[in-house]
T-cell receptor
């Protein structure tokens, strides 16, 4: 248990569906992240939120839409996905400091399958 | 992206030390060097980090080259539970973790 909880753990969705992934942390962190992990590929940083504002968007397709309503919650809204979007989606959080360094805590991920 | 290069896989015997290398020749002066590991079916977990000096914690040691262009994660006595993919990461701007391909460590009994 890392303190970062992701739901659901598994999700199967059709290409025309709309679904959302949820991430929750109660570690008091102020930065949250979405990563995508596809088979045989490195983790890809998708989105970074710091102090509830998006600070990074690594050219992610618009069919992925993040939302960070407060510092404890992060969502990834999904619509009209493609089969190649099937992957493990990982959420992480950290304390974004004014200086120094920090470690990130990861959830166990949501295994997404697009059919 | 801040790029790191690691061997795809390594093998170790149980109870023996393991040295996992990482090259990061494009490191900048403010980049921290982090190591994470990912066990099967789990998210990555923090192992250790450093900036310039060697670091020790209860899990591992981190040896950083004087020019900072490479580093080595040292597991002093590998156990079967240490079998995982180990990632060397440069932390840039304090909140951007970019992962490379990692090294898959296999520990033999």
């Amino acid at each position: 248990e890392t303190g970062v909880t992701q739901t659901p753990r598994h999700l199967v969705m059709g290409m025309t569906n709309k679904k959302s992934l949820k991430c929750e942390q109660h570690l008091g962190h102020n930065a949250m992240y979405w990563y995508k992990q596809s088979a045989k590929k490195p983790l890809e940083l998708m989105f970074v939120y710091s102090l509830e504002e998006r600070v990074e968007n690594n050219s992610v397709p618009s069919r992925f839409s993040p939302e960070c309503p407060n510092s404890s919650h992060l969502f990834l809204h999904l619509h009209t996905l493609q089969p190649e979007d099937s992957a493990l989606y990982l959420c992480a959080s950290s304390q974004d400091p004014l200086g120094g360094t920090t470690e990130a805590f990861f959830g166990q991920g949501t295994r997404l399958t697009v059919v | 992206d801040a790029k790191t290069t690691q061997p795809n896989s390594m093998e170790s015997n149980e109870e023996e030390p393991v040295h996992l290398p990482c090259n990061h020749s494009t490191i900048s002066g403010t980049d921290y060097i982090h190591w994470y590991r990912q066990l099967p079916s789990q998210g990555p977990e923090y192992v250790i980090h450093g900036l310039t000096s060697n670091v020790n914690n209860r899990m591992a040691s981190l040896a950083i080259a004087e020019d900072r262009k490479s580093s080595t994660l040292i597991l002093h006595r590998a156990t079967l539970r240490d079998a995982a993919v180990y990632y060397c990461i440069l932390l840039r701007n304090f909140n951007k973790f970019y992962f490379g391909s990692g090294t898959k460590l296999n520990v033999k009994p």
